[in-house]
Structure formats: C-alpha cells, structure tokens
C-alpha cells in the first residue's frame, strides 16, 4: 500500500490530525509550560530540538501505569516491543533486530547515558523516572551504540535540596495486580543528596492456564533504587546510582489461537488438529499397539479466549548496575564522564510446543556483564561555534545456553506415527534388519510358530505386514534428547566523536557530525546431542537423522573473530523562519555492527545427514544454517518544522522521512525450531510523524500524535514461507519465498494517540483531575513470516484516569481504567512448531494483550 492510498484512506487519524489542527485555530486560555528535554545532550526546549521526539514525563507514567517499556509503546507511535516465545522484539519505523540472542538491538535503550542494548533489560521494570524520550530514526552521532532505528532514553529522577518523600499502592481487582512505591529524597549534608527508590510489583495475570488450574502470567517484581548526589565544589558535581532489579515470572500469555486440520494425503494424522493429535493418537495392527498418545484434554482449547493449554514456563531475572556521572565545569565548557557498570542473569523455561501435553521444551541461560566509560566535552553555547566532543569504550561479555529437552514419550510415539505412516503411504514393507530396536524388530512367522502370538499375528503375516522390522521406532532415537547448545561472545568498542555547530546567523545554523567506531568481536557456538536423564553425549548414529528431519538440528561447533571499523557522518541544518517556527533538515548515515548467530540449529555449509533407512528417502538430508552476519547500514533523511501557536497555547510539529537499509540483519525462523540469521538485503522506510499539544483553556489539556508509516522490503530473496504459500524456490531442498515488495512485521499505515485532561478545584484544597487516553493503529501483521492469518485488526483503546486530591494534605486518591473498550489484540504470533513440519497441521500461537482492567490508586506525598 503507497504512502499515498494510506493517507486518503484511513478516516480515524485524519480525525485526530483534524483535531489538532482546527482547534490551534481557536482561542485558548493558558500558556503551555515547557518541556525540557536532553535529546542533543545539552538541556534544551522540546521546540528546539531538530529531531522527531516524544518525551514522557514521570509523572504521566505512574499516572497511566507504566512500569516498563512495552506500556510506553501506546504513547509514542511507530514504537512497538512484544515479547515473544524466546526472545523480545523493539522496533522503531518499522526496524527492530528480531529474536537472537547475539543481536545488537537496533533500537538503542540509555539509562542515565549508559547503554542498554540487550533485548532482554527491556522486559526489566523500571521506577521514578524524571521522563523518558524517544529519539526516532538513526541516532549515530550522540546516541552511537548501533542506535540504527531510534534510541529511547531513561532519565532517573534526582535527589533533591528539601526533604521529600512519596508512597504510592495499586490494586486491580481482575488480576490482582498488587503495586507499592516507596521515594525518599532529600539532602544529607549541606553537599550531598540522595534518593531512595523502591517498588515492589506482583500480578496472578490475565490468562487462565487450563491444565495448571492458575492464572498467567504470575509476576513478582522488585526494583531498589540508590542515588547519591554530591555537589563537591562549585565546578565538581558527581551523582551515583546504585540499583538492584529482580523480575521474575511463571507462565507467559501465549495461547493457540487457531489450529486446522492436516491436509497430508499420506498420512493417517489427515483431517486432524495438531490438538486432536496430541489428545489421542493411537496406532495398532490387530492386537498389537504400536503408537498410543493420550494427553491432557486441555490440549484441545486451540482457539483464542484467554484460555492456555501449557505445562508451565517461567523467566527469572536478577539485573545490577552502578553508573558514576561526574561533571566538572572548566570555565564555560563542561566535561562529563559517565561510568557504568552493567549485568544479568537469566533462567528461562519455555513450554514451545504451547500446549499442555508434554511434547517437548526449552531451557536456556543467560549471563551477561558490560562495562563502558564516556567522556564529553561540551562547549559553551552562544557562540558562533558551539561542540560536542567525546569518546566511548565498551568492553561486553556474553554466556548464553539452551536445549531443546524431550522429557516424555508423546513426542517419540508421535515420530512413531509418522514413521510407520510414511512407510505405509509408499507401500514399503521394510525387514527386520532394517532399523534396530523397533517394536515388532525381527518378528517372523518362524519365530512365533508354536508360541502364544502365533494365532494373534497369523492375520499380520496373511496381509503382508510383517516382517515389519523396524518400521515406527524412529521417535524412539529422541527419547529424553537434550540439545545442549553453548554461545559465547566477546565484544571491545571503542569510538571518537565530535558534533560541531556553525551559527551562520542569529536565525540559520548547520551541524556536522561525526563518529569513528572500531569494534572486535568473538564468537563460539556448539551443540551436541545428549541424555538429559545422565547428561553423557549421545554417540552419532540414527539419532543425527532423526534430529535433522525433525528439529532441523546438528552437531556442530563453531568459532569465529572478526573486527569492523565505520565512519558515520550526520548533516543538518536549521532555520528559525519566525519566532515560532523552526524548520530543520538532517542527512546522516548509520551503521549497526555485525556479529554471530547464537541461536541457529545448524552450521552454515551446506552439510548432509545421511537419510533414515526405513523410509528409504531417495537423496540425504541437507540442513543449512548461520554463524556470522555482516553490518547493517541505513541513510536516513528527515525534514520537519516545530511550531508553537496561539501565543504559546498550542504546539504543533511535523517530521517527514525516507530511511533506506541495506544488508538488513534479519532472524528467520528455520519452519522447525531454530532462528538462521543473515543479512536480508535492503529496504526502505517512510513516513510522516505529527505531534503537539494545545491548552483548550485554562483547566482542559489535549496532547496528540500521529505516524503515517510505508516499509517496503527492496531485496529480500530468502525470506521465510507461511504455512501453506507457495514456494517461490529451494536452496539444498530449503523452500524460501521472496519479500521483494511486502512490508514488515509491525507496520501499520498509522498509529496515533490522543490524550485529554481536565482539572478544576472543587473546593479550596481538593482538585479534581480526569484523564482520557484514546491509543488507536491501523491493521498490521503480528508474524514475522507475514501469514495473511495473522493480520492484527485496526483497534482503538480508551485508558481513562480520574482522582481526587487534597493539595495541602498531599494525598491522591484515583480510578485508572485501562483498555476500557475491551479491545482483545495479539502483540506476537508463530507458527505453533512442529504441528506443519511433522503433520501438516496449520496452527499458530499468540501472545494475547491484556483486556480490560479497573485499579483504584492512592498516593501520599509529603515535602
């Protein structure tokens, strides 16, 4: 769909455009106060910033709720994050880096300047924030730690020179969603101040787990926050933030949201749900059983009603980090050194198979510690040119395992099935020599003449179906397999930059910048084939045949160097065509660095696992995977104009952009289990961003925003099929559909929100504040192989806020609605794995967005 169609086709953002810009047209009472944000690392206007920004003030996120970032995304169009069955996604226009624990995020993450660039701290909570803002498009230059698609910067609040103090409950009746914040803050001695920060969280979740008979997600969250700020001289300021995070969670929102029937034509598993499989599949010839499966009957809720079928999963996460922020004032230029110290682990279970009979899981750990140390050097502004200049050093280590574990027997008997099926359809008798160990391995009608079994399987011989030998033991190689799979990686960065400013004239101004960065990186993955019942290797044979043709997995091991070296330039210039009206242009290009796949099942050459001997497969086995994948690069250009009207009552800004990526790092699932990754190719992004805010009078505020964005995919060859799509062609019998042309997971035409709030004294000291945010998006695709099936509706969601406050007293009391239309959306979904590579039943998973929810808040404040 062209940018164009887009804009003339969709009716509800065209009303909140309309809103916006009719109503600047009104009179209004009130002067907005303005907002101070440090996008360019200097303290400057909202309105003087030459870059698309959204801040989020404190204040509204404990207001609206937010604790983490994925209930940031509603307020800031074309920002999503999902999580997802192994891993989480962040993007920003469009571009995210997918799900691989060896992926740079593109979307950069900075928490009091210290980067934050794995996936998994986005899930951290956080607490008792000054504001957040989101920077959108490349960010190379300040923000440069592969920002390549925006960056989202964390500011914490600071101590402050009065004693003051906050604590603040939550509770949801639905969920039983149990919040307490607890700020001390204050100064200590004539020079040093510090902050306390504590929040506690639990929550039973929104989801009903069928076959555990409890709610899901269960979440237990514990964040404690420590700031000490000291004021050493009158040149010589140092704050140091100690915190401690623990987010532990048991059980996911992920359900099976739809599941049909096999269309197979050679197999007895034709016409039947994957749920239908598991819940019973029985094989027999006469009065011998060969294959009988019998799951829970949970098995068959394959159908989205907040309802899963799932044996249990769990996340639990232990986070730390100290950052040191020293500023020393040297005259009228300022130098900044910023500190950190950052690290987590991780222990993960995954249900993936999502459903409640025992097929199979995944465990996986993770371990991670980064130390980085910044230095700035600002100039003084007013000056014909002004500077920023600095340097950066990264130094990151990454331990990352994980196994695919079958742990029953429904998953053998089921390869079983398949087994005998296969053989069956192509009317192979195979012999007893074929395979051994099968169930019926060697059975004659010599060898049971004069036994018992001699009249039972008379019949058997009769038609021809035995000698079976080892036909149906198949599944019997994987029986409590474990995959062990161990990733390591080592990262040095280390990069100049400088950002120097011309004022041309008292009205025009040009910026260059530019930043070096050289990084090295080691990489080593292996994977093996184990007993997880004595942990000893598996000795190679049948089991690598199995393994390959059902989990498209081998054995391997791999290690790797490599170094990389980039120079990233950024060009803009501004123009104060009024006293309220500022007009920009910026060129730049970006890089994000390459790296090594750590989650790929096979290695990249093209090996070949020989072919199972019962089924008698004509050619062997080829699986081809990933190691190492190249940098990304994006050249960006973006035109906007801040504006403010109304003689300071109204704000309204615009930014326009056009984004072209090559050698796209992209993480494609390999249709099993496993992600491959690789450089995709090249695409393009566009869009229009508006913002502003208006003061209707002196008691009613309106804050609006609204994205119109277009992704296309210019080069994308190897792109995953859908369940059912026709393959456009095969690499070593690897079936891969083009994107040439398509968009990407996420997009929506338009995204946009729309935020009121109403305040008026009801009496001399209580006030009366209500708030209505309307978040609404265009339809897009929650999958990233863009199945049809998967397309999310366009939706609208209304979260509604209303309190009572006693000023003097400094109590509040408040009703929060959230989703208050009921909207039922799904953030994520996949391929349900294995229901179409082994049966040929289509099915997919979803992670289900909480539905309404009602919460009465209280608040204490004291000063």
């Known amino acids: 769909m ?50 698309s920004v959204n801040a989020v003030s404190g204040e509204k996120m404990m207001e609206a709720g937010i604790g983490k970032v994925e209930d940031l995304q509603a307020y800031v169009p074309n920002l999503t994050m999902s999580e997802t069955g192994i891993g989480t996604n962040i993007y920003i226009r469009g571009i995210g880096s997918g799900i691989n624990p060896g992926f740079e995020q593109s979307v950069g993450m900075y928490f009091d300047g210290v980067s934050y660039g794995r996936a998994q701290l986005s899930r951290a909570p956080f607490l008792d924030l000054a504001r957040v803002e989101v920077l959108r498009g490349p960010q190379n230059i300040l923000f440069g730690k592969n920002s390549i698609a925006g960056a989202l910067s964390l500011i914490s609040a600071r101590p402050s ?33 510090a902050r306390l920060a504590i929040r506690k969280r639990q929550i039973d979740g929104h989801l009903e787990n069928l076959t555990l008979n409890r709610d899901e997600p269960e979440r237990d969250e514990q964040t404690v926050r420590l700031m000490l700020e000291w004021d050493a001289s009158a040149d010589l300021t140092a704050a140091l933030k100690v915190e401690f995070g623990q987010f532990d969670v048991n059980g996911r929102q992920i359900e099976i949201i739809n599941d049909n029937p096999s269309t197979s034509t050679t197999s007895a598993f034709t016409g039947r749900t994957y749920g239908e499989i598991l819940d019973r599949t029985t094989i027999a010839y006469g009065p011998i059983t060969l294959v009988d499966v019998d799951s829970d009957s949970s098995v068959l809720n394959n159908y989205q009603d907040f309802k899963r079928s799932s044996n249990g999963d769990y996340s639990y996460n232990d986070t730390h980090n100290v950052t040191l922020n020293v500023d020393y004032v040297w005259g009228e230029h300022t130098f900044t050194f910023i500190t950190g110290i ?139 397999l474990g995959t062990p799979r161990y990733f390591e990686s ?48 598996r000795a190679e044979g049948e089991i690598d045949t199995v393994v390959a043709k059902n989990f498209s997995a081998e054995r391997h091991d791999l290690s790797g160097s490599r170094s990389s070296g980039n120079l990233a330039p950024s060009l803009n210039i501004q123009h104060d065509w009024s006293d309220d009206v500022m007009l920009y242009a910026t060129a730049s290009i970006g890089y994000k660095s390459g790296g090594y796949d750590a989650r790929s099942n096979a290695s990249p050459e093209a090996n070949e696992i020989r072919p199972l001997q019962n089924l008698d497969e004509p050619t062997p ?54 992600f491959n990754v690789g ?57 891969y559909c083009d994107y040439k042309g398509k968009t990407n997971q996420y997009v929506a035409d338009y995204s946009g929100n729309m935020t009121f709030v109403y305040t008026t004294m ?48 400094g109590w509040d009391v408040a009703l929060l609605v959230k989703n208050a239309t009921d909207e039922t959306t799904v953030s994520y979904s996949n391929d349900t794995p294995l229901a179409n590579s082994i049966f040929g039943a289509a099915g997919h998973y979803g992670f289900i967005d909480t539905p309404r929810t009602v919460a009465l808040q209280a608040t204490y404040r004291w000063y």
């Open 342 to 480: 950052l690290g987590y682990e991780t222990s993960e279970l995954c249900d993936c198979d999502f459903t409640g009979a025992s097929v199979f899981s995944v465990a996986a750990e993770e371990e991670y510690s980064q130390f980085s140390q910044e230095i700035r050097w600002v100039s003084p502004v007013g000056e014909t040119f002004e500077f920023i200049a600095g340097a950066f050093f990264q130094h990151s280590e990454l331990d990352f395992f994980d196994s695919i574990r079958v742990e029953s027997d429904i998953l053998p008997q089921l390869l079983n099935a398949a087994d005998i099926q296969e053989a069956g359809a192509r009317g192979e008798r195979p012999t007893g020599g074929d395979i051994e160990g099968g169930p019926l391995d060697n059975v004659t009608a010599a060898a049971v003449a004069g036994t018992p079994l001699e009249a039972a399987l008379a019949p058997l011989f009769g038609l021809g179906l035995l000698e079976l030998g080892g036909l149906g033991d198949a599944g019997d190689e994987i029986v409590n």
């Open 490 to 537: 080592t990262t040095d960065l280390i990069s100049g930059f400088v950002q120097a400013t011309w004022n041309i004239s008292d009205l025009t101004r040009a910026t260059l910048g530019l930043r070096y960065s050289y990084e090295e990186k080691d990489g080593k993955r292996k994977l093996d084939f184990s007993d997880i019942t004595t942990g000893e290797i």
């Open 679 to 735: 450089n995709a190719g090249a695409a393009t992004t566009m869009g229009i961003e508006l913002d502003g805010r208006m003061a209707l009078s002196e008691n009613l505020m309106m804050t609006a925003a609204l994205a119109f964005l277009d992704f296309e995919f210019t080069d994308f060859a190897n792109g995953q099929c859908y369940q059912g799509q026709t393959v456009d062609y095969e690499v070593d019998g690897n079936p």
């Open 621 to 674: 086995i080829i699986l081809v995977g990933s190691f190492e994948y190249e940098e990304e690069q994006a050249t960006s250009f973006e035109a906007g104009a801040k504006t403010t009207l109304l003689d300071g009552a109204a704000e309204l800004n615009v930014a326009a952009f056009y984004t072209q990526y090559d050698d796209l790092q992209v993480s494609i699932f390999d249709g099993t289990l496993g």
């Open 2 to 51: 062209t940018l164009k169609k887009t804009i003339s086709d969709f009716r509800l953002s065209a009303l909140a455009a309309g809103v916006v810009l009719c109503t600047a047209q009104a009179h209004a009472a009130g002067v907005l106060e303005e907002v101070i944000v440090t996008a360019t690392l200097r303290a400057e206007s909202l309105q003087d910033v030459p870059v």
């Open 762 to 809: 009801v009496s001399k000291d209580l006030e009366f504040r209500g708030g209505a945010d309307f978040v609404f998006t265009g339809d897009f695709n929650s999958s990233q192989n863009l199945d049809p099936s998967q397309q999310q509706d366009a939706y609208v969601k209304a979260n509604l806020r209303m309190s009572l406050a006693d000023v003097t007293a």
């Open 161 to 193: 020179q009065e004693f003051e103090g906050m604590v603040s409950g939550t509770y949801e009746v639905e969920t039983n969603e149990q919040v307490v914040d607890l700020v001390l803050s204050g100064a200590m001695t004539d020079t040093i101040g």
